[in-house]
């Protein structure tokens, strides 16, 4: 990702520290958030030969369950055991391995052991780009704790004197993915992703998530929307979008 307002497609699969495959890393608060918000981009970077790793912080079990829980006799353990084979399927269908770190819903809590494993997962998978949730969002507080512990977790794996055996990683880049309310969340894009050539991957994707169908259509407005601003700004006709917003500045020998 290096343009500043478009980009049709991930740069090409370079030199990786990790002597196999490039890897982007995704945090996602709970089962679903990484497909409503960012199952595009997972998949033109799996299509590209990228190991993509989501790291589920939450089965949404409590907060994001309602239909399940609507269901005489439910438990925790039944809407657990069903969110995660949710977004197993999805992660199958996107091209992504998904590890599940089960921290809890409504409050999610995430304990040092919790941050220290994500850290490790940086050093392990050292990803060029990292993708997480907006900084705020007023109606779910587990999303802007997502991002930071994934960024607080990069830092950790940045620093030499955390586990001195261990290469430290360098600096990926981190975008923020689009909050399901954005302007009340303060997020706005930086980067508009053309994720047209695999829309059909992502509806596929979001279409297992039998627990909240009610976000089908909301989603496919939004990327429909995305792609209408990405033909704006740019010399392309795109159809279907993504929005992100960079946290740290883009470096790069041109500002095309």
């Not at 996602?28 to 799996?46: C, E, Q, T």
């Not at 991002?147 to 794996?157: F, G, K, L, S």
């Not at 880049?173 to 969340?185: G, K, N, R, T």
Request: glycine share 6%; hydrophobic share 45%.
């Amino acid at each position: 990702m290096s343009a500043l307002s478009y980009i049709q497609a991930p740069a090409p699969a370079g030199a990786s520290a990790s002597a196999s495959r490039p890897a982007v890393l995704v945090v996602s608060a709970h089962a679903a958030d990484f497909v409503w918000r960012a199952g595009g981009a997972i998949a033109l970077y799996a299509e590209r030969g990228y190991d993509v790793k989501v790291a589920c912080l939450s089965f949404g079990e409590r907060g994001e369950s309602a239909r399940m829980w609507r269901q005489p006799g439910m438990t925790i353990e039944r809407v657990k055991a069903a969110r995660h084979e949710e977004a197993q399927q999805a992660a199958d269908i996107l091209g992504a391995t998904l590890e599940c770190f089960d921290l809890g819903d409504y409050p999610l809590r995430v304990t040092d052991a919790a941050l220290l494993r994500l850290a490790d997962l940086y050093r392990a998978l050292r990803p060029e780009v990292v993708l997480s949730h907006s900084r705020e969002d007023i109606y779910n507080f587990d999303h802007p704790l997502a991002t930071h512990v994934a960024q607080e977790a990069r830092v950790i794996a940045q620093a030499h004197g955390y586990k001195p055996e261990v290469p430290v990683i360098g600096a990926p880049p981190v975008f923020l993915f689009e909050p399901h309310q954005p302007e009340q969340c303060n997020w706005k894009p930086d980067v508009l992703l053309d994720i047209s050539s695999v829309w059909e991957k992502k509806q596929r994707a979001f279409a297992t998530m039998a627990a909240q169908e009610h976000l089908w259509a909301y989603y496919t407005r939004v990327a429909l929307q995305r792609g209408a601003q990405a033909t704006r700004n740019s010399d392309r006709q795109v159809t279907y979008g993504e929005g992100y917003a960079r946290v740290f500045p883009q470096v790069s020998e041109s500002l095309a």
